[in-house]
């Protein structure tokens, strides 16, 4: 697939089939993750792929609560992949506080469009999720109290015909040449 047509086709999917996931192209998913560039080349993160039903039900009950419910769809995904915040090298830690960046927050990002890329390549769906209970999730999933949470990523293959709109601002109102 052209990379300007695999750009218009992921779209956050929040249907999903209940079609099970072939290992290979979850691990497709996980290489490109692993292939993401980061500071310093710090690699700053570790995946845990929810994919034990009972667990991943758990996990999608953490999605949402009874005031804010719009992640209630995140039980349809057969898969919900954590992506945890790593210490990163000494050097990106001593730089981000130096240059007030947070470093690991921005390999995250980049790691997870990753997977998300690769996963609409494959025919599959996402859904990057920033609103969940953190506390209860790393209590779920034994991850230690030091650890944060970046964001959690939903994957199944969509029960949506058509890829949506994409709904962004124009170009000309995000760049300007040469000066703000
Ligand atoms: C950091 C981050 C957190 C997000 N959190 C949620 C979420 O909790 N629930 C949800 O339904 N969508 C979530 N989204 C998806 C965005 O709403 C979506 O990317 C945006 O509306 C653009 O739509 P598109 O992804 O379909 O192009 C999140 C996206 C990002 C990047």
């Known amino acids: 697939m052209d990379f300007p047509d695999l750009i218009r086709k992921r779209f956050s999917t929040r249907k999903y089939l209940p079609n099970p996931i072939e290992p290979e192209k979850l691990s497709l998913c996980l290489e490109a993750t692993r292939l993401a560039p980061s500071a310093s080349n710090s690699q700053p993160w570790h995946f845990i792929v929810v994919d034990q039903p009972d667990l991943k039900e758990k996990v999608a009950l953490q999605t949402y ?16 992949v954590v992506f945890l915040i790593e210490k990163p090298k000494l050097i990106t830690q001593i730089g981000g506080r130096i240059k007030k960046k947070d470093y690991p927050l921005i390999d995250l990002g980049i790691a997870a469009e990753h997977f998300c890329l690769q996963a609409a390549e494959s025919g599959l769906g996402t859904c990057m999720l920033g609103w969940y209970n953190e506390k209860n999730i790393k209590k779920l999933l034994g991850i230690p109290k030091s650890k944060d949470i970046g964001l959690l990523i939903t994957l199944g293959y969509p029960a949506v015909e058509n890829v949506p709109a994409k709904k962004r601002k124009p170009l000309k109102q995000l760049v300007s040449y040469n000066r703000f």
Do not use: G, M
């Open 65 to 80: 609560n009874r005031l804010i419910s719009f992640n209630k769809f995140t039980h349809q995904a057969p898969v919900i």
